[in-house]
């Protein structure tokens, strides 16, 4: 048997983590091969919230889970983690956008990336959930130096599913013959779906879909406000297919990338070829070549229409970063 590989999440009381554990230490996550010990972070005031999570989690008598460590101390949880999702963050309500979360949840983005910085694996691959996940991101490796730039990540994944299940429908094409969906950017409705380099099954999405219009503008908008769609319908922030996208966006930092396709990550800008600002985490098309080690797909011709797009969702990181 393998060892262990140690895996971080924070937010363990709340309402992504209730999807997202049970799939990780079912196998989701990294195979059916590899057992885990899941290190599970809250609040004091969502302990007892943890504490029955934990009891479900061991009532499932998951194979593959070695250990389960649950506590309010970030440094006793990072202790070696090999993968941290940090989810553990305010979601917003009805009417605000994700950056009114900046003030507040900013503090923990400090805390847990110094602990990151002092207790996890060097090598540590670090996921960030918690909105407004780009600058949260960028928070979390400005505060753990130790930990290499290229292991910090924000979600941008949701965005990039959302965009493909509504060219799926739009086209009559299955969601498998949706390839190369970029989503360029911030996390945020200045975020960039962008149509012009996808293939659906083999074919410019342009030329299947015969609605340039549609896809400039329904498309897009549709794509930016779904998060509050479905925050304004449920009455809280999307949570099954917030935990779906994290799963998947570690599946696909894990391992190689399929020839003809591509995923949507946040990422810090350091030397990108696209000219977007350094020093920022940024959605870009990227290929894995496994282990989390990615690149980012170079030589894409950018849109007029989509440049301009890419430029505004850039102004608002910068603007975010402070
Ligand atoms: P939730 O309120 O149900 O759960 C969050 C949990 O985090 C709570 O139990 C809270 O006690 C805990 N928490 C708060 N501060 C913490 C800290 N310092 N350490 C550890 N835990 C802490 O919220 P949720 O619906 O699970 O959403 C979590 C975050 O994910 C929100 O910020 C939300 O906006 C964001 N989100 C992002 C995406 C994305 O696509 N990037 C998608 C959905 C939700
Ligand atoms: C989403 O896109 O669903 C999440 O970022 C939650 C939100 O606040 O919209």
Redesign the pocket.
Known sequence: MKDSKKIAITGGGGQIAYSILFRIAEGGLLGHEQPIELRILEIPEAKKTLDGVVMELEDCAFPLVTKIVASTDPYEIFENAQIALLIGAK??APGME?SDLLVENAKIFIEQGKALNEKAASDILVFVVG?PCNTNAWITMQNAPKIDRSRFFAMTR??QNRAKALLAKRSGAPVREIKQMTIWGN?SSTQVPDFTHVKIAGKPAEEVIQDRRWLETEFIETVQK???A??EARGK??AAS?ANAAINSICSLMQPTPDGEWFSVGICSDGNPYGVEENLIFSFPCRSKGNGQIEIVSGLEIDPFIKEKIEASEKELIQERG
């Open positions: 979601p917003r994700r909105n949701l965005d996390h779904r998060g509050t479905v925050l922030s999307s917030a």
